[in-house]
């Protein structure tokens, strides 16, 4: 994001609670950095959009706008 000139911050984001969904896990930490979008890579399968159940969980219960980009080729 830097070399393209954008602020921002990233992070990885690691869990071991399995009592709540993995999408869990970013959208609490989003909340906590009062975060105003989130970026999320994507699978990419050709000639399709797919989400895979996290990203989607994801989408569905963002507190926040939510880009979703695909790999560089």
């Known amino acids: 994001m830097r070399d393209a000139g954008v602020a921002g ?19 609490r930490y989003a909340v906590q ?3 105003d979008l989130v970026v999320r890579g994507r699978l990419v399968v050709p000639e399709r959009l797919v989400l895979g159940s996290v990203a989607e969980a ?16």
């Open 9 to 27: 911050e990233t992070a990885l984001l690691e869990t071991e609670n399995t009592t709540h969904s993995i999408a869990r896990c970013p959208q």
């Open 33 to 35: 950095m009062h975060a």
């Open 58 to 73: 994801f989408l569905r219960h963002s507190m926040c706008p939510v880009l979703l980009v695909r790999p560089m080729p």
